[in-house]
């Protein structure tokens, strides 16, 4: 970032009042990489807005900062408590805990129900990747069609 300081002249005997002192554009390259990508915060505010609504660009960048801070402020919960139970990794488990401890608890009934249904999701992957039938699958398949024998035939 450029910023400008007034001053009456520099060393050089300019006299254009303004002396330019540049910041470090890695500060700001780092600041930028922390950030949500604006085109997905962008893409989410799109789909909740109505068509003919538009948005200023002060508009994305505040909330591409503030749910950046959302973010970072459940993650440092979810990674306090993983750090007092020795683990490296934050879980949805982590993610819900935190939630929860902070008082959001409506955003943790919401990431308790995506938690289960994506273990849900994953156990029918599981099942499916190993050949065996889905639930609706076992209410569709002919179980012993072939050896229909009643008790009576058995005698």
């Known amino acids: 970032m450029i910023g400008f300081t007034e001053g009456n002249a520099n060393e050089s005997g300019d006299s254009s009042g303004l002396t330019g002192s540049f910041e470090s554009n890695e500060d700001n390259r780092e600041e ?39 973010i970072s402020f459940v993650t440092s919960e979810a990674a306090d408590k993983c750090q007092k139970d020795n683990r490296e990794t934050i879980n949805g488990d982590d993610v819900y805990w935190a939630l929860e401890n902070l008082g959001l608890s409506n955003y943790a009934v919401a990431v308790r129900r995506y938690l289960q249904k994506y273990r849900d999701d994953e156990l029918e992957r599981s099942a499916n990747s190993q050949g065996c039938p889905t639930d609706e699958e076992y209410l569709t398949l002919p179980l012993f069609e072939e050896n229909k024998e009643t008790s009576r035939d058995r005698r």
């Open 32 to 70: 930028a990489e922390l950030q949500l990508p604006i085109t997905d915060v962008v893409r989410i505010m799109e789909k909740i807005l109505p068509c003919n609504a538009r948005l200023s660009q002060e508009a994305r960048q505040t909330v591409q900062e503030s749910a950046t801070e959302f």
